[in-house]
């Protein structure tokens, strides 16, 4: 799998009209252990991040991350915003000037993101957050590209890891963000920042 500026574009368009199709359902993922917010935030993002892709048509696929990133950091007011954003941004230095990549250069710079989010969040895996479907999602692409080279069956198994990553924080007490005030109240609750890390990893993985 080769993906150009054009590829990256329809898959972006695509993640955001998924995550702003999911707006009411990750709010209320969001009421019993937040602020009733992360759809509300997220989808206004994206609805930015849309109007920018109209402009970025010509540009190398560092700079449509980036800016990605930065209209993400810029527009969306909850914690998500600056964690998401790194992760685009992030990917975007790392892919700084390429016009095509491979899917090994994709799976390093997604890690490279994934770091990023941790650092910036100060937060790990098993902390009921995005961490919890980004980094099984990752590794999943991963060892399952290394073993046959199969781009689409890389992609297919990092759609099932967040999937069944995002399902597993119901099991979390969350120890990082909003969720942390409600400590054990939050066992039963599906993380709304690992729900859409899903969404918007099964849309890429659907569309690529
Ligand atoms: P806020 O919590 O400010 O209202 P959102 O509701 O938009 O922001 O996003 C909440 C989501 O952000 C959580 O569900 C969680 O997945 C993620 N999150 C919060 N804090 C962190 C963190 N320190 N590291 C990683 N993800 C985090
Ligand atoms: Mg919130």
Redesign the pocket.
Known sequence: MAMNQTKLIAVLYAISDQIIEERDYLTEL?RPI??N??GI??SKGFEAVKTKLETLADQDIGTILKTTGMTLVST?G????P?YGTLFMKMGMKLAKKNEITFDEFLDAFQIGIQG??ER???TTG?K???DALVPAMEAMKTAWEADHDAKAALQAGAKAAEVGAEHTKELIAT????SYVGERGIGHQ????TSAMFMIRTAAEQM
């Open positions: 969001d937040g602020d917010d992360h935030n997220m969306v909850g914690s998500s915003g964690l989010v941790g969040g100060r937060s902390e957050t995005m961490l990082k963000g909003r969720a993380d709304p920042g690992a």
